[in-house]
């Protein structure tokens, strides 16, 4: 768990520049840019602390969803095929160099959401930063899934949630310092990170291999053992 941990913790940093791109103008466009010093700091933490509770959330229901897979004593080859998936995605994305093409969107969810960011963001009232941020979590986004394959890995509902937690977390630093001073994340630095999102993905979907191997070994491979029920047979004297 602890390796998972931080495998959503670097493809949540990592990812975060593709984030900038995506979400960078609707952070831009938080009511925070007149404010100053630490109120304008706390506006932008609680924007990313309703992002991280929108993953939170996810980790939580998928995690549930990865929990039903380990009671089918499905969760060992779950995690070996998450993490084939995860291999061919990340070489479809450095032989294509399209990032996350691969991924559909979710049209009605998608304007429900947008929706009610564009009602939150007109307000420009500090009040509903929390809310602008977990909206926007939970919009459709390619990274997310990836993040979501970690949850399931987990089969477990509240280690999902923390994944997904760590997810948030890995994005904290570049998405505070685009709401904060986007000039220092120039395009060049942006780009040369998000080339390792790949790079990023092996690491995981090797991870998620080994642990479905069910090697026995602590942490990167503990053993698994297949839900089983009590049967007390009644016998007739």
């Known amino acids: 768990m602890l390796l998972l941990l931080l495998s959503a913790l670097s493809l949540g940093f990592v990812g ?12 831009l466009t938080l009511p ?10 706390a506006g932008i933490l609680l924007y990313n602390l309703g992002r991280m509770s ?10 549930w969803l990865g929990r039903q897979f380990y009671l089918g004593g ?8 998450l993490g084939y998936l995860l291999l061919v995605i990340a070489g479809l994305q450095y032989i294509t160099k399209r990032r996350s093409a691969f991924f559909a969107d979710l049209g009605v969810l998608t304007k429900g959401l947008q929706k ?20 926007n979590g939970l919009l459709p986004c390619g990274l ?22 760590a997810f948030g977390a890995g994005t904290l630093p570049a998405m505070t310092t685009v709401a904060w001073c986007s000039h220092l994340l120039s395009l060049r630095v942006r780009n040369r990170v998000r080339q390792m999102i790949p790079l990023v993905m092996v690491i995981m979907a090797g991870l998620l291999i080994v642990r479905g191997l069910n090697l026995g070994i602590p942490y990167l491979s503990p053993a698994m053992h297949a839900h089983t029920h009590n049967i007390i047979e009644c016998h007739k004297p």
């Open 144 to 165: 997310v899934y990836l993040g979501i394959t970690g949850a399931i890995a987990t089969a477990h509902i509240y280690q999902g949630a923390l994944f997904m937690a």
């Open 74 to 81: 499905l969760q060992q080859w779950l995690s070996i095929a």
């Open 54 to 63: 929108a993953y939170a959330l996810l980790g939580l229901l998928f995690g």
């Open 16 to 27: 975060s520049f593709h984030c900038v791109g995506m979400c960078g103008p609707i952070a």
């Open 116 to 135: 009610i960011l564009g009602n939150l963001l007109r307000r420009q009232q500090f009040r509903t930063l929390y809310a602008i941020g977990f909206f």
């Open 32 to 41: 925070v840019q007149h404010l100053s010093g630490y109120k304008k700091m």
